[in-house]
């Protein structure tokens, strides 16, 4: 299961629409590995000039791979944290997340991190499994 889901939250969606403040906070709590490591990107990125900040060093653990990974492949989840946190995110492989100016999605570096030759050059054997 991706999140813990409060009683509370599971009756609102039942009802409706649900606060996406609600949800982040599920998504803060259920997967705190990734909900920190966007954190961390973040303040590096508003805390320079760069167009991006990214992580480069993998999890201490296959837990919290599969936070990320859960945080990162659920539309709703990866999508949240973007608006949340007013940034673009770009996806490598099991551990490479950048995070953009929102701006910086239609732009080169952009287009250039997410690019199949990027995705290509980022491999190695040791990210067959992850």
Excluded at 11 to 29: I, L, Q, S
Excluded at 65 to 73: E, F, I, P
Excluded at 101 to 129: C, H, M, V, W
């Amino acid at each position: 299961m991706s999140l813990d889901v409060s009683p509370q939250l599971l009756a609102e969606a039942e009802n409706g629409e649900v606060r996406e403040e609600d949800f982040m906070e599920t998504v803060r709590t259920s997967l705190p590995y990734a909900y920190n490591l966007v954190d961390r990107l973040v303040g590096e990125l508003l805390s320079g000039t760069a167009e991006f900040a990214d992580n480069q060093t993998p999890p201490p653990s296959e837990k919290e791979r599969g936070q990320l990974l859960r945080a990162l492949s659920s539309d709703a989840i990866r999508g949240s944290l973007e608006r949340h946190f007013d940034i673009a995110l770009a996806f490598q492989n099991c551990h490479r997340v950048a995070a953009f100016r929102p701006e910086g999605r239609g732009g080169e570096t952009y287009a250039r991190f997410t690019s199949l030759r990027s995705q290509i050059l980022n491999q190695s054997p040791e990210f067959r499994d992850c």
